[in-house]
């Protein structure tokens, strides 16, 4: 039976079948102006996951890739009803919200004692000890809890099935290919299928799949095991705030009648036509930004620290995008509750 279409491929496919989601080729280009200025700069390089971010792990060695895979299997729908009302992880005296709780929350539990990144531990850490690992400071837990739950338990038991309890092994079997990763991972733990229908055809977006070979390349600093060949063929995580953020520069643009929808904060389901159209036009519209900003690059004869890629625009606009929120407060985001991102 063949696969699904690939992301790139899937996201293409969809932006030119695409009904209530458009891709803006002023804001694409204008975006692309506003990278320009950044790329020589330490945001839009490799070492900016580190550098940018004090809950990232500093070491690049087994330890650090077994943290970037237990917050990946994590890394979902951390979004809540009401903004005001959500969950919250004070650590070390700073508080995180969203993706950001989940790693305070890992570096709160490791601080404890507790080995939240063996698998050993979390294939078989229970329901409760999960709701004390991953507690918030608010009256809102981190949703999907449960999930979260028997999802560290089927990763954990597989990971130490198939890779000996160590990511690091599955990382080697890859061959210093990020498609091949990318495909082992989905291919060995099914919390990364994310795949769906559109218009008949079967397409991808592996967006936890994507992410985590993204930061395994980051974490390892693009050396060693982490210095895949083809790191650019990975394409942006399909998430829900880059839609906001591409919206909110001018890139993306919704038809009158799914913004109605998203203002009134209705839920699209996994896999809805609408919902697919909001993360397949995101992807494509961040590989075109990344081809107008190379081509400016050249013509500008200007000098980047390393190749520019869809990964690091990524992070740079989801970076852009927490920096921005009340900028973007009237913009609203897609509400899909699902374990794929
Ligand atoms: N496209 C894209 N989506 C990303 C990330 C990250 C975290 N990566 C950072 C960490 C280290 C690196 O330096 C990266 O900067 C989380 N997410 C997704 O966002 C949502 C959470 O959002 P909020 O509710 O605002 O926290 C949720 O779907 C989550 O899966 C990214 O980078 N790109």
């Given at each position: 039976m063949d696969g699904p279409l690939p992301p790139r491929e899937s996201a293409k496919f969809i932006a030119e079948n695409s009904r209530d989601v458009f891709i803006d080729g002023g804001g694409v280009r204008r975006v692309a102006k506003l990278l320009l200025a950044k790329a020589?700069?330490?945001?839009?390089?490799?070492?900016?996951?580190?550098a940018l971010h004090e809950l990232n792990p500093r070491a690049a060695d087994e330890a650090a890739v077994n943290w970037v895979f237990v917050t990946d299997t994590l890394n979902f729908s951390f979004w809540s009803e009401h903004e005001e009302h959500k969950c919250l992880v004070g650590y070390r005296g700073k508080t995180y919200s969203g993706y950001w709780s989940l790693c305070a929350a890992v570096n709160r539990a490791l601080d404890e004692g507790i080995p939240i990144t063996s698998a050993s531990y979390y294939a078989t850490v229970t329901l409760d000890q999960v709701q004390h690992i991953f507690r918030s400071d608010t009256d809102v837990p981190m949703p999907l809890i449960e999930e979260r739950h028997r999802i560290l338990n089927e990763t954990g038991k597989i990971l130490l099935e198939k890779f000996e309890g160590s990511f690091l092994n599955c990382v080697r079997k890859s061959e210093k290919s990020a498609q091949k990763l990318m495909h082992l991972v989905v291919e060995s733990f099914p919390s990364y299928r994310d795949v769906t229908q559109y218009e008949g055809k079967k397409i991808s977006f592996y967006k936890r799949a994507q992410i985590l070979v993204a930061d395994t390349w980051s974490v390892l600093e693009g050396e060693g095991d982490g210095c895949f060949k083809d790191i650019s063929s990975i394409t942006m995580f399909a998430d829900y705030r880059l839609p906001q953020v591409l919206v909110h520069l001018g890139a993306l643009k919704y038809s009158k009648e799914l913004l109605e929808k998203l203002l009134k904060g209705e839920m699209l389901l996994y896999g809805n036509r609408q919902e697919v159209e909001i993360r397949g036009c995101s992807l494509w519209c961040v590989e075109l930004i990344r081809d107008c900003l190379l081509e400016l690059i050249e013509n500008k004869g200007e000098k980047t620290s390393g190749e520019i890629n869809s990964i690091l625009l990524d992070y740079y606009l989801w970076d852009y995008a927490r920096d921005h929120r009340e900028d973007m407060k009237g913009i609203p985001f897609h509400h899909t509750r699902c374990i794929y991102y």
């Open positions: 020589s700069g330490p945001e839009l390089r490799l070492g900016g996951w580190k």
